[in-house]
């Protein structure tokens, strides 16, 4: 399906069951963290996922082929971004399949029913403050700090929105672990699965991916590692299998 492009976007080949998405250099691009996270969530087959500030909607259009989940909602606060989605969403024929609305995540138990998704998944901002940003209400750093919302928020939705014993995934920066269990646990988000991500082999990591379960017993499992270059610009096997190469 043909879609209009805006000044300054471009399309580009996702190379993975022909999906594309629409992206503004000039804006926010989604990065490695956000293809990760596809790769490490897991649903049984039609159930409904909603993803936390999807951004341009790259989450949800990979997991509309990575999973076989019935139907993925994504909430995004920009409306820029949200619009971008929405066009990637029909470049790619998924209208019946996937649903982006426009709303602010500390507002999301009212756009959507409570205890309805069997999933919810986020790649939230990272930066705690607005400590050295130019523009804070620039889209880049919406992104990447907690400028529209914190972690808390995100958790707090996620724990209303999901069924009970339904699952939360996302990524973040292990140097914020302490505080994201502690808030998990305020929620009653039991984390049951991590895996830390490295650029290098002999480098300290720089993502984790959590799995967490609403009301879930206590008791987690630890992945074994997830490294990205096994020499510099050449991804590991395991990368190059999350990408679908």
Known sequence: MEVSLKQGERIDDLERNNLKIIQ???RFCFGMDAVLLSGFVHVKPDTQILDLGTGTGILPILLSAKTEAAHLSALEIQEESADMARRSVQLNDLTEKIEVVT???KEADKLFKKSS???VTCNPPYMID???LKNPRDAMAIARHE???SFDDVARSAAALLK???SFFLVHRPFRLAEIFETLKKYKLEPKCMQLVY???DKEPNMVLIESTRGGRSGMKILKPLIIYKQPGVYTDDIYDIYGY
Do not use: N, R, S
């Open 199 to 201: 650029p290098f082999a």
């Open 164 to 166: 009970p014993g339904g």
């Open 103 to 105: 709303g602010d995540i």
């Open 130 to 132: 607005e400590h050295g």
């Open 24 to 26: 503004d250099p000039g």
């Open 147 to 149: 400028v529209l919302c």
């Open 117 to 119: 998704f069997d999933a």
